[in-house]
C-alpha cells in the first residue's frame, strides 16, 4: 500500500531481503571483512550496534556466503541463556541428544567439535 505510494518495489526493512540485494555500505563490506578474519582464524567476535542498525543482517549475509564444507555455523538465541541450555542447545544442532549432567555434556560437546575438526575439517561458527 504505502510502498506503490512511495515508488517502492519492495517493503523496505523486511527480515528477508535476498543477501545480494542489501545496500553495500563501508560499515556491511568493514564488518563482513573482520567477520571473515575471525572465522578464518576461529577467534572470537563480537558485533555491537544500535538497535536496528544492521547487526542480524550482516551476520545472516556473512554465513549465506561461508562455504558449507569447511564452517558449520550454530545459532543460538536466548537472554536468558543458562549454561546447561548453552551446551544441550549446541548439541541438539549438531545432532547429538545432550547428557543431562551439564560437565557431562559439556565434556560431550568438546568431543563433539573435536571430531567435526579432526574427521571432517570443519570450523564452528
Ligand atoms: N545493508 C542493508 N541493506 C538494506 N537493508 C538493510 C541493510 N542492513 C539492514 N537492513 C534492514 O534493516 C533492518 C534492521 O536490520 P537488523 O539487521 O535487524 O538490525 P539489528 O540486528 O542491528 O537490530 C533489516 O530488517 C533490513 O531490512
Ligand atoms: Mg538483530
Do not use: W
Request: proline residues 4%; hydrophobic residues 35%.
Amino acid at each position: 500500500m504505502f510502498e506503490s505510494f512511495y515508488g517502492l518495489s519492495h517493503t523496505p526493512f523486511s527480515r528477508d531481503i535476498p543477501t545480494d540485494q542489501l545496500y553495500p555500505s563501508l560499515m556491511l563490506e568493514e564488518t563482513l571483512g573482520r567477520l571473515e578474519y575471525a572465522a578464518q582464524r576461529q577467534l572470537f567476535a563480537v558485533v555491537t550496534g544500535d538497535c536496528g542498525t544492521g547487526k542480524t543482517t550482516t551476520i545472516r549475509k556473512f554465513s549465506e556466503k561461508l562455504n558449507p564444507a569447511n564452517f558449520k555455523v550454530l545459532y543460538l538465541s536466548d537472554s536468558k541463556l543458562t549454561p546447561r541450555h548453552f551446551y544441550k542447545g549446541m548439541l541438539e544442532q549438531l545432532g547429538c541428544e545432550a547428557k543431562f549432567y551439564r560437565g557431562d555434556a559439556k565434556r560431550q560437546l568438546h568431543r563433539e567439535i573435536e571430531l567435526m575438526r579432526g574427521i571432517h575439517h570443519l570450523h564452528l561458527l
